[in-house]
């Protein structure tokens, strides 16, 4: 039988959390990912760290409206 895609969520969902309940340092899990997106922006600036700080501070933003936006709309609309 297969699952509806509220189930498939939901299984989705238990596992993230099951994942991160096991994780016992979650900085050190991120760390990569972190650093990855330092290295982007740098990259995107031609290596100057002032404008890589905007970049990323831009970036930052921009999600910060989309989540108000999708709060404003209701739901899981995002």
């Known amino acids: 039988m297969t699952a509806?895609?509220?189930e498939r969520?939901?299984?989705g969902s238990i596992a993230a959390h099951q994942s991160w309940a096991n994780t016992p340092d979650r900085?050190?899990?991120?760390a990569p990912a972190r650093a990855a997106l330092d290295a982007k922006f740098l990259a995107e600036a031609d290596g100057d760290p002032a404008r890589a700080?905007?970049?990323r501070r831009?970036?930052?933003?921009r999600l910060a409206l989309k989540s108000a936006q999708a709060r404003r709309r209701g739901g899981d609309a995002a």
């Open 4 to 6: 509806t895609p509220a």
């Open 9 to 11: 969520k939901l299984i």
């Open 27 to 30: 900085a050190k899990r991120t």
């Open 53 to 55: 700080e905007n970049l």
């Open 58 to 61: 831009a970036h930052y933003k």
